[in-house]
């Protein structure tokens, strides 16, 4: 009896490195996201592939996977970056680029969700939410936002130029497709500012995504920038938040693989597999961000599909995120912001 | 073996040999310290501040633009020649990551040229072949490809960028920058931002180590007046938030604080307020919180310094007549000054760093050093330009120690 405990004790020891051998790291921004994300993609994937899903929670800081490619010592093999650092990544040479062959037809995807470096895994916006149990009448643009007298109290808004500037220029009677042309110009971005100053002696900055949602349930402010799989995430808890999609800012989630990632190959079949159809679907109706593939969309149901950035009824006055403009000029504009911020 | 007579040269040379394997023996057991510090405190700071002035992404990527581009009054159109030369630079790169670098470096300067490089660089390795066109067509071609290689701004990023040591990153950092003509200047006020940060950060820490200070103070002195026993039951409710981690803290006071929280309630309840104060996401949040935690640091030297005080001093003072308050001034605090002082470098010199508790308690004008320090080195992948924020921090923190010094005219010292 002894002996054969023995044995398999040295048996489980030898067999180690082969369990190993097929773990995945996949690294996400963790919170409501990284369940959904647990229960859609990871425990699936464990099932098919007979390998286990290491999660890692991280706050989207390139430094680390820029250390890791740069010393070569890559323990990340999938990783869910934002879309300005799936674009910044690949020209770096920091994430491996994919063989898309192995990923579905292209014409499935919506066409952002197509990089060479990444695949899009779904769409999030930044969107205007409020308590509906507080307010009589419903905001529903920008321009309410910044209308004090109509709606008295503080806003919540994120630290950062990002968004921000996009939706003072939308305040400030800017047609939601004009407003990157007019923020590239010198006097948009002048124009961006003054209107955040109009505002600033009422804004209560946020850091992370989980305040806004605190805020506007504590009373704190009227109403907040917030993402809106957040505030989703708050009605399923039972609070009466609700958005108004008009002018909001989407924008996609990504897939990428850093560069010398040793499970390459069970890395690229992961994003395979959680890019399918039947995969996103399931994410999609465990939190309200919307598929990439679209082939997705018809297994939803008309409430579910509600509730996503990407439906017909809330993407029609939208804002898509432009990549190129805040990889260009975003820099420069954080570091004007922290001075604005400052005066 | 004999015995060397006293003072012979056979004892010197044994006691010498003595006293060297002696020497030998401690500078073997203080190594494993010495190459620790060397290790994790030297090399790194040693690394950040190369990393503050190191420019090596144009030179590397760029190697024949910037020797031609050397010779160019970076006042008219750069010849024809120079247009060839990145043209040709950038068809031989064969690693994309050296082109992502340099358009992160040049676009750190001009915003706008990630684009601009990027664009150009994918043509290089495509239809722009520089070796099989003339200069002049490889000009038509970049401007047809970009009218923005038009535009001077981004030929003197280039030039400016020529050598692998640069300034301006510590010139960022305080504010200046070069310009045109490789002359020293201020930059324009609406960029102008990082001396008014770090006066900020200076200005929270000074409002932090005060308030500590003057909570502080008469706590340690009533905590060494007290039995042993009292003491140190006292002590561990000063030490145990000590233990707790700063997360769990900063939450706690985001629940006390809050427009419904535990302090407006008993405000309002206690008519001493008639609408709920904002006392987070300001700094005043900011500061209560940064207090709180940092109040062990200020009353643990201040503690082990008063017991050390005899009683009988103070006693001696007032019974040759002089008033008791003054007597506490006058004989006690200053038996006290190590105390203070080291109390209070402590706290300052820790609160300067401090980074998590702004972020989530302050607002966007609240932010400290090193708010900005992660931001570049997490969101902008601008090294150069976060290693330089850290050399400004670090020579403000020496320069403040010195000053420190020459005041207290005293070495650091705990208690």
Redesign the interface.
Known sequence: MKTTTLIAAIAACLALPALAQSQLTVVNFGGANGAAQKKAYFEPFEKAAGAKVVAVEY?????KI?AMVETKKVTWDVVEVESPDVN?G?????FERLDWSKLGPKADFLKAAVHECGVGTFVWSTVLAFDADKLKTAPTNWADFWDVKKYPGKRGMR??ARYNLEFALMADGVKTADVYKVLATKDGAERAFKKLTALKSN??????GAQPPQFLV???VVMSTAYNGRIDAAQREGKNLQIAWAGGIYDLDYWVIPKGSPNKDLAMKYIAMASTPEAQSEYAKLISYGPTNVKALPKLDAKVLGQLPTSPANSKDALQFNI?FW????????????????Q | MSVAAAGSPELLRTLARVQARRRLVALALTLPLLLFLLATFLVPIGALLVRAVENPEVVTALPRSTALLADWDRKSEPPAAAFAALATDLGKLD???D???L??RL??EV?????LV?GTYRATQDELRADQLKPEQVREQMLALDERWAELKYWRAIAKNASRWTPDYLLTAVDLRRNVDGEIEKVS?????FT??LL?TFNISAVVTLTCLLLGYPLAYWLSTLPARKANVLMILVLVPFWTSILVRVAAWIVLL???GLVNKALLALNVVDAPLTL??NRTGVIISMTHILLPFMILPLYSVMKSVPPTYLRAAVSLGSAPLAAFFRVYVPQTWPGIGAGTLLVFILSIGYYVTP??L????D?MISY?IA?Y???????GMACALGAVLLAATLVLYSVYRRVVKAELSLG
């Open positions: 706050n989207g800081e390139q430094a820029k910044r690949c020209d770096e040479a920091l630290k950062g804004i209560q900055w946020w850091e992370a504590a009373g704190d190129k990889a260009d000029q975003g820099e420069a504009l954080e570091k004007r912001f922290a001075s604005w911020a400052t | 690693r994309s990551a082109a992502g670098a358009a992160r676009n750190s915003p706008g040229a990630r684009s990027m006020p609406d960029l102008a931002v008014g940060i900020r809050q427009r419904e987070l996401f972020a989530l302050g607002g966007a004008s932010q900005y931001q080195i997490n969101v902008d992948v601008n090294w």
